[in-house]
Nanobody, 120 residues
Framework: QVQLVESGGGLVQPGGSLRLSCVASGSIFRINTMGWYRQAPGKQRELVATVTGGGSTNHADSVKGRFTISRDNAKSTVYLQMNSLKSVDTAVYYC??????????????WGQGTQVTVSS
């Protein structure tokens, strides 16, 4: 069984910063791509950023230059550093990972979501 647990969300003023973390645990053989998605009220879930096992990153145009995704393979953890936050960044942020378990089965896993609210 594999789990993803997020932390680091909260309330922040426009222009502020937050750092999200997501730890993968359980019967893991290998973690492939990890990433962050978000879903604002009344909108579809959208990609924020991804990072491959080799460290290659991809960021949505809407967050380029403000958000940075990174990972620590030794800790099975992915981070999202969010700077210069705007009200439009308000959403529930979900961690995602493609993980091969010890049975050599690969699946897509999601965290429970963490709320980020940008407001004065």
């Amino acid at each position: 069984q594999v789990q993803l647990v997020e932390s680091g969300g909260g309330l922040v003023q426009p222009g502020g910063s937050l750092r999200l973390s997501c730890v993968a645990s359980g019967s893991i053989f290998r973690i492939n791509t990890m990433g962050w998605y978000r879903q604002a009220p009344g909108k579809q879930r959208e990609l924020v950023a991804t990072v491959t096992g080799g460290g290659s990153t991809n960021h949505a145009d809407s967050v380029k230059g403000r958000f940075t995704i990174s990972r620590d393979n030794a800790k099975s953890t992915v981070y999202l550093q969010m700077n210069s936050l705007k009200s439009v960044d308000t959403a529930v942020y979900y961690c995602y990972a493609s993980i091969m378990d010890i049975s050599r089965l690969t699946g897509a896993y999601w965290g429970q979501g963490t709320q980020v609210t940008v407001s004065s």
